[in-house]
């Protein structure tokens, strides 16, 4: 059915008249103001999902766990083939997550009520997520099949000419003058965390594939995941990372360290990003004996010239292609956090002696 609902999408099929169109049209768009909850549109496709697979009389959208009634069902598991069809396809559904369900109000709750407790700030975006839950809830069979491909048209992503990097002729004192000037704008910038980890998720990506690094969002309250970046393989996560672009103290490094283990993680990367200029803010000899205790792998970061001058000898490149690469991959990941247009574009500028850009057909990028 979600296949199915793709096919009619990228067919262009024309589902709902007017009026029913602009109806569902303002519930997606209710679920993708930059203020909602990422995660509503998501969990919204699940109950979408659900209902194109059986009729009301078999299934309730709001009974979310196998046996929890007649009509119960597992949300959680059509949550996860949702996001990994919606990956594959280059659908947006806002949320990183493969499991949407999780960190909910109604996680590990058999049913969706009407009130269950949000945060005040959340409460607008939650009426209109459960008004979405209702209608979605009275539709027919036929109906959801046509609203997911309504959501997969609406929501696909529209390719963008591919960004291409040209950099002058490198060597090492340039390589030195680059990464200078990356640090000089990471150092100056951060809208709220996003620049930092843009800067983290671009080098982890030259290192172990953009495909196998997700970004987190430092603004979504219904982050779930420990830590900012993650490396994943084979659908695991296998590294977490922490970014900040504050200086930062050794409890709060030491609790990275114990959430981490927590959850099951191993290997551990501390970007502490403002902290080369200070001393005394981190106590070596306690970190270890918790990383220790943690049985784990660490290495911290204290300025972006020290991560860079970590990964380079580990990537296969020459300078000029590194150049190329890295400014490729952090000018990807800053408009993939949504980074505001004129700090990408102070960024282009910082390095504009360094690396240009232009897209595939040769016009500046």
């Known amino acids: 059915m979600i296949a199915n609902a793709n096919e009619r999408a990228l067919k262009g099929e024309i589902v709902f008249d007017d009026q029913e169109r602009n109806k569902w049209l303002q519930i997606i768009d209710d679920l993708c103001v930059e203020t909602c909850p990422r995660t509503y549109l998501a969990v919204f496709g699940v109950l979408v999902a659900a209902r194109g697979m059986q009729p009301k009389e078999l299934l309730n959208v709001r009974d979310i766990k196998t046996g929890s009634s007649d009509k ?3 949300a959680s598991s059509i949550g996860s083939t ?6 594959a396809h280059d659908i947006d559904l806002r949320a990183g997550s493969s499991q949407p369900m999780n960190n909910q109000p109604f996680t590990f709750e058999d049913f969706i009520l009407d009130d269950m407790g949000v945060r005040a700030s ?3 975006h939650w009426k209109n997520f459960i008004r ?3 209608e979605i809830d009275l539709c027919s069979s036929e109906t959801a099949q046509d609203l997911l491909t309504l959501i997969f048209s609406m929501r696909r992503k529209v390719a963008k000419p591919a960004v291409v990097a040209h950099s002058s002729k ?10 200078e000037a990356v640090d000089t704008y990471v150092t100056s910038n951060s809208d709220s965390g996003k620049i930092g980890q843009a800067f983290a998720s671009a ?3 030259l290192l172990y594939g953009s495909e196998s690094v997700l970004q987190g969002d430092s603004q979504d309250p219904d982050a779930s995941l420990v830590g900012d970046v993650h490396v994943v393989a084979q659908d695991e996560i296998v590294i977490f990372s922490e970014v900040k672009q504050k200086v930062i103290g050794t409890g709060e490094v030491k609790g990275f360290i114990q959430s981490v283990s927590k959850s099951g993680g191993r290997k551990i990367l501390y970007f502490a ?9 981190l106590d070596d000899k306690q970190i270890s004996k918790e990383v220790l205790k943690a049985n784990a792998t660490f290495k911290l970061f204290t300025s972006t010239q020290e991560a860079i001058a970590y990964f380079l000898p580990l990537i296969n490149s020459s300078l000029d292609h590194f150049a190329e690469l890295f400014a490729t991959s952090l000018l990807h990941r800053l408009n993939e956090a949504n980074v505001k247009s004129e700090l990408v574009s102070n960024f282009k500028h910082c390095i504009s002696s360094f690396v240009t850009f232009t897209d595939d057909l040769g016009l500046p990028g």
């Not at 490198?170 to 990464?179: G, Q, R």
């Not at 990003?273 to 803010?281: E, M, P, V």
């Open 72 to 74: 119960g069902y597992s």
């Open 82 to 87: 949702l996001a990994s069809f919606a990956k």
């Open 122 to 124: 959340a409460k607008p």
């Open 132 to 134: 979405a839950v209702n």
């Open 170 to 179: 490198m060597d090492l004192n340039k390589i030195e003058d680059f990464v």
């Open 203 to 205: 080098l982890l990506s």
């Open 273 to 281: 990003l403002s902290n080369s200029a200070y001393t005394g803010h």
